[in-house]
């Protein structure tokens, strides 16, 4: 799986140090000179791929600094910080600990562009690597405090709630799934104050239950919630760029919602514009008109939103897995901006995690996934009519895979970036609605 969202594959069959060596000496040789940040999940084979991608670094005569085991949005800070030429991040996100990837990052900490992608692969496949005599080859230095610094800029954030969230006394139960969130999280909210319960925060890799944060995959989150008796629960991804909420009643209420909540809270604070993909809840959309702002959509993927959030000026956005953007710390995802914007929220209301979902617009949200059958185009084409011909006012959204929206909701179908499947989205005002209409849109890839 190659994109500007990283080169993923499975480890062994798909993804080996061999190839990640040479995609590390690819990107080098397209940089030129200057340094690159690296950094790593807490997945198996990260030490294995971070030994390639730094050997081939040094080979083509690119200065490294590892940072160790930190947050996909640490690598992000750390790069302009720290003036260097770009970053790679060796974590496959949400994925099972049988994946890894490489996610190379600009001069600005953001994803590398198409344009720039195109390059690496031009290089990796030619093979015409710019290795250096040993009088010229790279240096590597190691700098284990990014962690904090990351805490320490995000608690520097005007909008974050200090104040509030210490004289709250809330109560919260972390899953960092054992990945890179597993100290930064419970250190961030607890340097809040706020009373920090820990569940799967070793930080060993191992993966205890599916590491993608939705709602079939934080029961024990929810359980851990309701035996503490905490405020919430807040569960990350491997890599902790990706935010999702437990309630205080132990249910979780769905990662879209995260990132309607930060909305919210941010447009509460400055009025501006939001940015979100295509593949995001109406409900993050519903919230910014309540507070007078325009929403803009983008495709699917971290360096499209922050494209789109810069062509449009906005002021936060993200993606609707959890991925909360605030532009005025930097252009990624990052879960630990996402739980201190929600602690702050929660804090400043005085209201319970489950009073502001009740504020929400309810939709009814179905999303599924299955593997690339034979002649998929052929099937979404054949989708496409039959769905023009059902719907009235269907409006038609092109530019990733095919999302349709009505006056009663929306459905999309896309190939994923970092899976070999193809994914299904369909939210609608009602649970029978979306229900039936998911069933006929799987009908055509059967």
């Not at 961030?188 to 930080?203: D, I, S, T």
């Not at 007078?292 to 495709?299: L, M, N, R, S």
């Not at 989205?425 to 849109?441: F, H, P, Q, R």
Request: hydrophobic share 40%; aromatic share 8%.
């Amino acid at each position: 799986m190659i994109s500007t969202s990283g080169i993923r594959g499975i480890v062994g069959p798909a993804l080996n140090a061999i190839m990640a060596s040479k995609y590390a000496a690819a990107y080098g040789t397209v940089l030129k000179n200057g340094k690159v940040i690296i950094g790593r999940d807490s997945r198996p084979s990260g030490g294995m791929f971070t030994d390639a991608v730094i050997s081939a670094l040094l080979s083509v005569g690119i200065d490294v600094v590892d940072i160790g085991l930190v947050p996909t949005p640490t690598v992000e800070i750390a790069v302009p910080a720290l003036r260097a030429a770009g970053g790679i991040c060796i974590t496959a996100s949400h994925n099972p600990s049988e994946w890894n990837a490489l996610k190379f990052f600009d001069g600005k900490g953001e994803f590398i562009d198409k344009p720039f992608l195109e390059k690496v692969k031009k290089v990796y496949a030619s093979e015409k690597f710019a290795f250096k005599d040993h009088r010229a080859i790279g240096k590597v230095t190691s700098d284990d405090s990014w962690i904090e610094r990351h805490i320490d800029q995000v608690l520097e954030l005007s909008v974050i709630n200090r104040r509030a969230v210490k004289k709250a006394k809330l109560k919260v139960v972390v899953d960092a799934i054992n990945g890179a969130g597993s100290f930064a999280l419970p250190k961030l909210l607890e340097q809040l104050g706020v009373q920090v319960f820990r569940l799967n925060c070793n930080g060993d890799g191992r993966f205890v239950h599916q590491p993608e944060p939705i709602p079939k995959n934080l029961r024990s989150l929810g359980r851990a919630v309701k035996k503490y008796k905490a405020n919430l629960g807040m569960a990350c991804d491997p890599d902790a760029d990706r935010l999702a909420l437990v309630d205080e009643n132990g249910r979780a209420i769905g990662e879209e919602l995260t990132l309607a909540l930060a909305v919210k809270y941010i447009l509460s604070k400055k009025k501006g514009k939001v940015v979100v993909n295509l593949s995001t809840s109406r409900v993050t959309e519903d919230t910014a008109a309540d507070s007078g702002a325009k929403t803009y959509y983008t495709p699917v993927g971290e360096a499209n939103v922050v494209a789109g959030m810069r062509r449009n000026r906005a002021i936060i956005g993200g993606e609707g897995n959890g991925g909360v953007i605030y532009p005025s710390f930097h252009s990624g995802r990052d879960a630990l901006v996402g739980a201190a914007v929600i602690a702050s929220l929660l804090a400043g209301e005085k209201k319970s995690l489950s009073d502001f979902v009740g504020t929400l617009p309810t939709y009814y949200t179905i999303k599924q996934k299955a593997p690339l059958p034979s002649g998929f185009e052929r099937r979404v084409k054949k989708m496409e009519k039959a769905a023009t011909k059902s719907f009235d006012n269907l409006k038609i959204d092109r530019r990733d895979g095919l999302r349709f929206d009505f006056p009663r909701g929306w459905f999309q179908v896309r190939k994923s970036n970092t899976e070999p499947v193809f994914r299904l989205i369909v939210e609608t005002d009602s649970k029978k609605l979306s229900t039936i209409i998911a069933g006929e849109v799987m009908h055509f890839f059967k």
